[in-house]
């Protein structure tokens, strides 16, 4: 893509999400468990219409052939409002599933799943984590006790999934399964014989549709057809969508703090108290200030680490990395607009305090601050080990 013709779908971008997208943000079929699905659908086909559906895709599955660099201003353009990457299509956690099907799936498989998520008519469902009570994995994928055992040319899958974002509602879903002393995902329709959502979690965030899931697996049989990729290479897999994934959620929720800080500067230069506007305070001045550092900084990592996934380096180290910093940085905004807006920041008379939540569970989702920064010390030990001089 030129860069005149990106520019031109940027533009389209923002004029979709500011005149189409923001007025559905107040829309009644937005619950405490995420938009339904006939909101996303409508979201969907306005986005069909203005031709804005999943456009970071390679052409043969509708999209644009984008790189990870001019995704990075997509998904922050789309991000403006917490609507937007799901009208677009390029929400989690399908997005990641997408990318990960266009690397793995067989072909069969990519005409099955991949071809009908890509164009935005199904959902679908990322089968990892599970429930702490029951000492299941979370962070730590080798805690894994869902188990897949093969029977003639099926496999038969028992388990528990927790925070299974999307599942109420979705067609299919990557199931992460231990095979032995390793594991495996497989491609699972959700109407199988044996699967059962058992409630959705409450959470502080609620812009998924079909929430966050328990999910039980009670004899689900697969045939070997649906196993993604190879067999025990489950954990391999979840690298090279995870990677990605961690990016590409720094940059939509990017969009979402520049939104909040938009409201935040407005309400700040509006708003008079003591005699002058609030702007004029040092308190919050100062605070608007830092915003727009944190904004900058954030922006230049993701597009940093854009750069090298886009080198064809896989780019593990530097996603922790990112999703560290950004996932920080993007907390810190919208707790400082929250502040700025004093009563009205924790209404939900804007949308500020909505992005507030969000992002305070995007420090978690996709690996914890912590986990990164442990994972990212065992790197450097690795390195250097012992070599100080």
Known sequence: ??????????????????????????????????????????????????????????????????????????????????????????AAPDEGNMHLLARVATPAQIDRFLRPLAAGTTRSAFLMTEPADEDGAGSDPSMLRTVARPDGDHWIIDGRKSFAT??????????????GESATMFLVDMDSPGITVERLLDTIDGTMPGGHAVVRLDGVRVPATRILGEVDQGFRYAQVRLAPARLTHCMRWWGSARRAHDIARGYAVKRQAFGKPLIDHEGVGFMLADNLIDLKQSELMIDWCAGVLDSGAPGIIESSMTKVAVSEALWRIADRCVQVMGGTGVSGDTVVEQIFREIRAFRIYDGPTEVHKWSLAKAIGRAHPGDVP
Do not use: C, K
């Not at 999307?166 to 095979?179: P, Q, Y």
């Open 1 to 90: 893509m030129t860069r005149d013709s990106l520019d031109e779908l940027l533009a389209r971008t923002d004029a979709f999400i500011r005149d189409v997208v923001i007025p559905f943000e107040t829309d009644p079929r937005m619950g405490g468990h995420g938009p339904s699905d006939a909101l996303v659908e409508d979201l969907r086909a306005r986005a069909r219409s203005a031709g804005l559906i999943a456009p970071h895709l390679p052409p043969e599955l509708g999209g644009q052939g984008l790189d990870h660099a001019a995704t990075a201003r997509l998904f922050r353009s789309a991000g403006y409002s917490p609507l937007g990457p799901l009208a677009m299509n390029l």
């Open 166 to 179: 999307g599942a109420e509602g979705a067609a299919f879903s990557i199931v992460m399964a231990r095979t």
